[in-house]
């Protein structure tokens, strides 16, 4: 896993989530991307033509396509193994063997303005063919190339886009988590700093995930509880978190047995 320190550039067009269960919402934060970071709809079609006419009679949808290209800041490990079929990481050691069907989750976040953010999610992807580290005098010591391949489910979407506005404003140092959406700002409720105790929403499922971060300017000082009281935090340190940086983040899952409750899964501190 990627961190953000002082070793790492935090600059780029887009930030790139992925699961490695295919299908299910992105989650662990990779990295920025450096440069465009572009996707592509490609389709082939091919016409049918007819004697009686100078145009095709119809035209074939052959095969819909699906590209998503970025060029990632942190070429970690961790990260040449997850874009790289048939990789196994140990440690700090990987090792290339033959390629596999293993598909990933993928959500690509780019800012629009303020607190708008685009989500470009597949929820089946794959790499799509070599992988390539790209060594460089200045600036960012390492790049990694990706391509993602989106895969075709029957009954499922491809690739979905949306722009929500992700901001929660603090009420009485309780959130409202956004239907459906993963990703959310902390903004405070009133000056530039406040407490996340609790957070509540319509429709919570069982082991869903959210993301955190606070926003620009804010420190949002998320509290530990632990005992189990209705939309209550349990930190894995057991103490206080406090997000003064708009790149830290913390990923939480929710536990709806009894009071329905949220566990730390991951942090990223700036």
Same mark, same amino acid.
């Given at each position: 896993?990627?961190?953000?320190?002082?070793?790492?550039?935090?600059?780029?067009?887009?930030?790139?989530?992925?699961?490695?269960?295919?299908?299910?919402?992105?989650?662990?934060?990779?990295?920025?991307?450096?440069?465009?970071?572009?996707?592509?709809?490609?389709?082939?079609?091919?016409?049918?033509?007819?004697?009686?006419?100078?145009?095709?009679?119809?035209?074939?949808?052959?095969?819909?396509?699906?590209?998503?290209r970025a060029t990632l800041l942190e070429p970690t490990i961790a990260?040449?193994?997850?874009?790289?079929? !048939?990789? %196994?990481? /140990?440690?700090?050691?990987?090792?290339? *063997?033959?390629?596999?069907?293993?598909? &990933? $989750?993928?959500?690509?976040?780019?800012?629009?303005?303020?607190?708008?953010?685009?989500?470009?999610?597949?929820?089946?992807?794959?790499?799509?063919?070599?992988?390539?580290?790209?060594?460089?005098?200045?600036?960012?010591?390492?790049?990694?190339?990706?391509?993602?391949?989106?895969?075709?489910?029957?009954?499922?979407?491809?690739?979905?886009?949306?722009?929500?506005?992700?901001?929660?404003?603090?009420?009485?140092?309780?959130?409202?988590?956004?239907?459906?959406?993963?990703?959310?700002?902390?903004?405070?409720?009133?000056?530039?700093?406040?407490?996340?105790?609790?957070?509540?929403?319509?429709?919570?499922?069982?082991?869903?995930?959210?993301?955190?971060?606070?926003?620009? !300017?804010? %420190?949002? /000082?998320?509290?530990?509880?632990?005992? *189990?009281?209705?939309?209550?935090?349990? &930190? $894995?340190?057991?103490?206080?978190?406090?997000?003064?940086?708009?790149?830290?983040?913390?990923?939480?899952?929710?536990?709806?047995?009894?009071n329905g409750t949220w566990n730390e899964i991951e942090r990223i501190?700036?």
């Amino acid at each position: 896993m990627a961190l953000l320190d002082d070793a790492n550039l935090r600059s780029g067009g887009a930030e790139i989530y992925t699961n490695s269960t295919a299908g299910s919402a992105a989650y662990a934060w990779v990295g920025y991307t450096q440069g465009p970071a572009t996707v592509s709809h490609e389709e082939t079609a091919r016409d049918i033509p007819v004697e009686q006419s100078d145009h095709p009679l119809k035209t074939v949808t052959d095969d819909l396509g699906l590209r998503l290209r970025a060029t990632l800041l942190e070429p970690t490990i961790a990260n040449i193994g997850k874009f790289t079929q !048939g990789t %196994t990481v /140990t440690a700090s050691v990987l090792t290339l *063997g033959e390629s596999t069907d293993d598909e &990933l $989750a993928v959500d690509m976040l780019t800012k629009v303005t303020g607190t708008t953010y685009r989500i470009q999610r597949i929820p089946y992807a794959r790499a799509d063919g070599n992988v390539e580290l790209a060594y460089q005098q200045r600036g960012a010591e390492t790049l990694l190339p990706i391509v993602l391949r989106g895969m075709y489910r029957e009954g499922s979407t491809t690739y979905t886009m949306w722009e929500p506005d992700l901001a929660v404003v603090l009420s009485t140092d309780a959130a409202t988590r956004v239907a459906d959406q993963v990703h959310h700002i902390i903004q405070a409720e009133t000056g530039v700093a406040d407490d996340l105790a609790t957070i509540t929403g319509a429709s919570l499922t069982n082991l869903e995930y959210i993301v955190i971060r606070p926003d620009l !300017g804010d %420190t949002i /000082t998320v509290k530990h509880d632990g005992g *189990g009281a209705a939309g209550t935090i349990t &930190l $894995a340190d057991t103490t206080d978190f406090a997000m003064n940086n708009k790149d830290d983040r913390l990923v939480l899952q929710h536990l709806a047995a009894g009071n329905g409750t949220w566990n730390e899964i991951e942090r990223i501190t700036a």
